[in-house]
């Protein structure tokens, strides 16, 4: 079975909500059947890579809430992300342009390392001191190599503005075609849809569900015409004279 996870480093829910969906998955008595990809999706797909301002900022331009009130809704985010063991800082953060991540993440995909890519952005973005988004390449290239891929090679990758873009908008064209207009949104086996950092309980039942209602296979009727040759454990086939 497989899982797809819109969602983007800037999100906090998303955040959130990979942690929770892990608890889920990890309980799941199937869970080494399921393959879980990542896709892309920008809150802010139009801001610029060098257009960076504090959180706080953001959210009161963009929401129209005051200072307090963001700074409210930021130590909220802050306590449901501790409740998922997960270290959050509710002051000093900043946004800006996750695109090139986003392209990272797709290089990382044919590393077979995008979850370790993505958990450690989200680590850097959310806990860590320093900025992903005012230190240049470097530091994307930084926790490209701890998460296990070649400095070079994403550096090659990130100095490329083309390189992984067109998978990154083909993710968002994806995304808006199933319907999802935020972010995260899962989907199980192109079947079932959860959207949101539900609690774990939602993604126990969404992936019980899933995984119990796959079809089975369904042959062709084939008349008359009987089993075609094939081979199987005991060998093939052989006609006969």
């Given amino acids: 079975m497989r899982v797809e996870i819109w969602s983007d480093i800037a999100c906090p829910w998303c955040y959130v909500g990979k942690a929770r969906f892990e608890k889920a998955l990890a309980a799941f008595p199937h869970r080494d059947e399921v393959?879980?990809?990542?896709?892309?999706?920008?809150?802010d797909p139009g801001r610029a890579k060098g257009?960076?301002?504090?959180?706080?900022?953001?959210?009161?331009?963009?929401?129209?809430?005051?200072?307090a009130q963001a700074q409210a809704g930021e130590e909220n985010l802050g306590a449901q992300a501790a409740a998922e063991g997960l270290d959050y800082r509710t002051r000093g953060r900043d946004h800006g342009s996750t695109?090139?991540?986003?392209?990272?993440?797709?290089?990382?995909?044919?590393?077979g390392r995008q979850d370790e890519l993505i958990q450690i952005l989200y680590r850097a973005n959310f806990a860590d001191e320093r900025s992903v988004f005012t230190e240049g390449d470097e530091r994307l290239v930084e926790l490209a190599v701890e998460a296990g891929l070649d400095a070079e090679a994403a550096r090659k990758v990130l100095?490329?503005?083309?390189?992984y873009a067109d998978e990154v908008r083909a993710d968002e064209r994806e995304a808006a075609r199933l319907g999802a207009?935020?972010?995260p949104f899962f989907v199980l086996d192109r079947t079932y849809g959860v959207s949101g950092a539900q609690p774990t309980e939602v993604f126990t039942q969404a992936l019980s569900q899933a995984w119990g209602g796959r079809s089975p296979l369904r042959p062709v009727d084939q008349g008359d015409q009987g089993d075609g040759a094939a081979c199987g454990p005991d060998g093939c086939a052989v006609p006969q004279q």
Wanted: avoid cysteine; charge should be negative; hydrophobic fraction near 45%.
């Fill in 35 to 43: 393959e879980v990809v990542h896709r892309s999706f920008e809150l």
């Fill in 181 to 183: 207009n935020g972010v």
């Fill in 159 to 163: 100095a490329d503005p083309a390189a």
């Fill in 99 to 111: 695109f090139d991540m986003h392209r990272l993440l797709h290089f990382a995909k044919e590393r």
């Fill in 51 to 67: 257009d960076v301002q504090p959180v706080i900022t953001m959210l009161t331009r963009k929401y129209g809430m005051s200072e």
